[in-house]
């Protein structure tokens, strides 16, 4: 589990990097496969590592900064496929106004040569207490 937990880490470590402005290590986190998802804050479902990775940029070109982390992870791990879900919390800035996070996620991986790697992430922006 260690693994995996880490690979869940790995992904608010990128997150937070493109916080400040670099969004490089999320290519890193996700899977290479095409066949990756994400449904974001922002709404909508994206598919394909094009659009999931596009999210990102965007985000770093709107100039978002902030600070997102995971608590009250439970992770599951299979052979080769696994989940993380848990409380993301954090707060973000968008164009000086400061927003706290606080909301539900669903983050699934893949083992790809050896590594556990993004396939979907799921925020829920519902708040709840």
Do not use: K
């Not at 880490?6 to 899977?31: E, I, R, T």
């Not at 998802?37 to 922002?42: E, H, S, V, W, Y």
């Not at 909508?44 to 900064?65: I, K, P, W």
């Amino acid at each position: 589990m260690d693994d995996l937990r880490s690979a869940n880490d790995g992904f608010y470590a990128a997150l937070n990097a493109a916080f400040a402005g670099d969004d490089g290590p999320m290519a890193d986190v996700w899977s290479v496969g095409d066949d990756i998802t994400l449904m974001g804050p922002f709404g909508g479902c994206l598919e394909g590592r094009e659009a999931v990775l596009g999210q990102f940029r965007e985000l770093v070109a709107m100039g978002m900064t902030g600070q997102v982390g995971a608590v009250d992870v439970r992770l599951v791990q299979g052979t080769d496929v696994g989940y993380a879900l848990g409380v993301e919390e954090g707060h973000n800035v968008v164009a000086g106004e400061r927003t706290d996070v606080r909301h539900r996620f669903t983050s699934t991986f893949r083992l790809e040569d050896g590594r556990w790697r993004m396939t979907h992430h799921h925020t829920d922006i519902t708040a709840f207490g």
